[in-house]
């Protein structure tokens, strides 16, 4: 009993677990000021030599956000191009108000030798031996202005192509009389079509829409848009293709089927040019009042100058002057 009364810790330097050599040794090999760190003391009074150390982060600190010191790829390639894009633009104008700068230097310059020279006709172009001379003077890049030469070429060549297509009606009914010889109306017919659509188609509504532009006349444009829209309606009549009327229309094109096929496919490729000659005309009857309505044109206008060309003209100035005279001589006549 007297083993397990005794004290096994009683000797310091026997049972010490700190005098082991391991401890002993590790505690040598320590850094410096290691061995004087206690961690159950405050910072403040920690012993002599030992680092200070930072406090860590309260709990109210806010969390550090990284600053790139570029911007990503993804914005600074539409930063990039979209100046690049503004000045491609503004090139493009600059180069589209020059090149329209040049063409009304141009114009300028034409007209100027024209005036000194004189405008001579040149439409339509005869030979010089002909016997009759040309009746009108056309010249779209001089007379019209840049921002409606496009449309009126466009009606000039519609024009043409309307001339073609009662062309082809003559020949297309020629064809049709030769297949049946109770069709020689239509083929008379045909022909003074095309030698009265022709020409007055030219004169009547051509013509008005190239002085109209040419000029701002007011007055012309309402001239234009009064023939223009009956000869839509004489391409519906034409499309249509009543027999006995001379137009090789869907109805004549169907009852010449029934004598003679090719005759037939003939006029049904004359009808479809009529359709489109009324499809192109309807389109450019609305783009043309829509460039109307943007030239400052009014009905008040084509008045003002409706009374101004009668009263310029040298005819109705005479034939005026004429009946004052008259009324005057009567006035001053003694009554019998």
Not at 20 to 43: H, I, K
Not at 53 to 68: D, H, L, N, Y
Request: glycine letters at 6%.
């Amino acid at each position: 009993m007297s083993d397990f009364d005794s004290n096994p810790f009683a000797d310091p330097e026997l049972n010490s677990p700190f005098q082991d050599p391991s401890v002993t040794q590790a505690r040598q090999t320590a850094p410096a000021g290691l061995e004087e760190y206690n961690p159950f003391t405050d910072a403040k009074s920690a012993a002599a030599g030992m680092a200070p150390r930072t406090p860590g982060p309260s709990v109210g600190t806010q969390p550090a956000i990284m600053k790139p010191t570029e911007e990503p790829p993804a914005y600074t390639q539409p930063q990039t191009q979209e100046p690049s894009r503004a000045a491609a633009e503004l090139l493009r104008r600059q180069e589209e108000l020059e090149r329209k700068a040049a063409e009304l230097d141009r114009r300028e310059r034409e007209m100027q030798s024209l005036s000194a020279s004189g405008r001579k006709n040149n439409w339509p172009p005869l030979p010089e031996k002909f016997p009759m001379g040309p009746c009108f003077y056309h010249d779209i890049t001089v007379d019209i202005p840049v921002e409606f030469q496009k449309t009126v070429k466009f009606m000039y060549y519609l024009w043409m192509f309307h001339s073609g297509t009662l062309l082809a009606n003559m020949i297309g009914c020629l064809a049709w009389f030769c297949v049946d010889a109770s069709h020689g109306v239509d083929f008379g017919l045909s022909i003074l079509w095309f030698l009265l659509f022709t020409p007055c188609s030219f004169v009547c509504w051509y013509r008005p829409l190239y002085g109209a532009f040419r000029s701002d006349s007011s007055f012309r444009f309402f001239i234009f848009f009064f023939v223009y829209i009956c000869q839509f309606g004489i391409y519906v009549i034409q499309c249509i293709g009543i027999s006995g009327w001379g137009a090789s229309g869907w109805i004549s094109a169907l009852i010449a089927l029934n004598k003679s096929i090719p005759v037939g496919i003939m006029m049904i490729l004359i009808a479809a040019l009529f359709t489109s000659l009324a499809v192109l005309s309807l389109i450019m009857f609305k783009k043309v009042h829509g460039m109307y309505r943007t030239t400052g044109a009014s009905f008040e206008k084509a008045q003002q100058e409706f009374a101004t060309g009668v009263m310029s003209n040298k005819t109705v100035q005479t034939a005026a002057a004429n009946a004052a005279t008259r009324a005057a001589q009567e006035s001053f006549k003694e009554p019998n």
